[in-house]
């Protein structure tokens, strides 16, 4: 029994059947494979070019491992608990196949360094997957933006309604904290992609390995400067799940607007059938499940999160087995996010807005008191006074049950002289968003300059 694993040498006794469940890792990181066989060939070919192995036997251990890799493709591959992980799995199959020859590869590298750059190679590509998922949110969300340019929404501070926006301004924000996102995993792409084969367990190793060959071999552009360093380090993964974490709270924000957009108190909002599910007893309900499950999934990734961050928080120097712990919650992130966006997007594409009850919720709330105060500013009354006449105005009104535009001018100007004819221009509520052209404003001139530059983006990913 205790011959049987890789590293029984020394052992007498087998493993017990519960540690064997225990520390098996397997059952998920075989979803290294693909990496695994491929930092593994970089490695041989490495080996041969540094005289380790003859390029005969380089070759015939690359082949083996595609042969390895198709077997695995096909189904065909039978893995095994006992071989504990992805590696030793991909190693004693490859052995199987290609005979002792296969017990060369492992020169010069331990599963330490091994299963880091298995890792990184992962946690590279799916973050790239990540940005792609998020331009295509951005895309469909500039669309829309471009559709709903004048259309008229009540915009809140406080969740209170308080100035006029457009509803393109409105999507655009969040196209602003999608793009961050993307920039966010760019940056820590830069320390993802650093290859850390060489550091061996720990402290290097007395083969002539080169690094930086297997880093090129394998696009990556950075090596690793500390071997302890390099198979102890999991800030790329904590980074990428905390990018996760981000982009989960930016759509689950949305989640919850859409949420409350849908509420026929509010009405902004048709979900689209497709996203939507029904009650199986109120008839007549149509509730924003995808909404409240992407809102509630965000917990799961800051969860994610919060766990990476306890696991690291207490690790002496340098490997510990603690970090096999490191894959659930970055593989269950991966999942959680690109299904978000991927929902995000078709979901916003399909999404019916109702520009008649923004509008008429503008006209409700008062949301053109600000105009009214600047109004009475620009003609000399010290701000905080206008402030206070325009409170006043907004009082009377709402007494009466109307809006400050419905007033006639003899009301308005009991509230100050300086009140004229020309006060119903400023009143009204899309001159309130078509005066806002300042850069990053919600007048047309900004919306279109911010879809402009976002579409700029877009085109040079
Ligand atoms: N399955 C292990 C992990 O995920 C691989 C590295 C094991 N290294 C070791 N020295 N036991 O971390």
Redesign the pocket.
Same mark, same amino acid.
């Given at each position: 029994m205790a011959d049987k694993k890789m590293?029984g040498g020394r052992f007498a006794q087998g493993t017990a059947a519960s540690m064997e469940a225990f520390s098996e890792? /397997?059952s998920f *990181?075989r979803l290294l494979y693909a990496e695994d066989i491929r930092g593994s060939q970089a490695h041989a070919r490495m080996l041969a070019r540094q005289g380790f192995l003859t390029d005969d036997e380089a070759r015939a251990i690359c082949d083996g491992l595609d042969k390895v890799k198709s077997e695995i493709e096909s189904g065909a591959f039978v893995w095994k608990t006992e071989m504990?992980?992805?590696?030793m799995n991909v190693e004693s199959r490859l052995t199987e196949i290609i005979g002792p020859l296969g017990g060369k590869l492992h020169t010069a590298r331990?599963?330490?360094d =091994? /299963?880091a750059l298995d890792?990184r190679l992962h946690v590279a590509a799916r973050l790239a997957a990540w940005q792609e998922y998020l331009a295509s949110v951005v895309t469909v969300f500039v669309d829309r933006a471009e559709e709903h340019k004048n259309t008229m929404l009540p915009g809140c501070t406080h969740f209170q309604p308080a100035q006029p926006v457009t509803l393109g301004q409105h999507l655009l924000a969040y196209c602003q904290m999608f793009k961050r996102d993307h920039e966010r995993v760019t940056d820590a792409l830069k320390r993802v992609r650093v290859m850390p084969l060489g550091a061996a367990?720990l402290a290097g190793t007395t083969h002539p390995v080169d690094p930086r060959a297997v880093a090129d071999d394998l696009g990556l552009p950075a090596t690793f400067a500390n071997s302890m360093d390099a198979v102890s380090d999991r800030d790329f993964v904590l980074e990428a799940v905390f990018a996760g974490s981000l982009v989960m709270a930016h759509l689950s924000r949305m989640c919850e607007e859409l949420i409350i957009w849908a509420n026929p108190n509010f009405g902004y909002v048709k979900l689209p059938d497709q996203y939507a599910t029904g009650s199986s007893i109120m008839p007549q309900k149509k509730n924003p499940d995808a909404c409240e499950i992407m809102r509630g999934k965000t917990g799961r990734v800051v969860g994610s999160l919060m766990g990476l961050l306890v696991l690291i928080k207490g690790l002496p120097m340098t490997?510990n087995?603690d970090? =096999?712990e *490191?894959?659930e919650p970055f593989f269950d992130a991966d999942r959680t996010v690109t299904a978000s966006l991927g929902i995000m997007a078709d979901m916003l594409r399909l999404m019916e807005f109702v520009p008649e009850k923004m509008a008429a919720t503008v006209k409700r709330g008062f949301l053109n008191a600000t105009e009214l105060a600047d109004y009475l500013a620009a003609k000399g009354v010290p701000f905080r006074e206008a402030h206070h006449i325009t409170g006043a105005a907004v009082a009377y009104a709402e007494g009466k049950g109307v809006g400050l535009e419905d007033l006639d001018l003899d009301e308005l100007k009991r509230f100050s002289g300086e009140i004229g004819e020309d006060v119903y221009a400023v009143l009204d509520y899309s001159a309130a968003i078509r005066r806002r052209i300042t850069p990053g404003g919600t007048g047309p001139e900004s919306v279109a300059a911010q879809i402009k530059a976002l579409r700029g983006w877009l085109g040079s990913l």
């Open positions: 590293w890792s /397997v *990181d504990e992980d992805v590696h331990s599963r330490n =091994q /299963v890792f367990a490997y087995r970090m =096999q *490191d894959k």
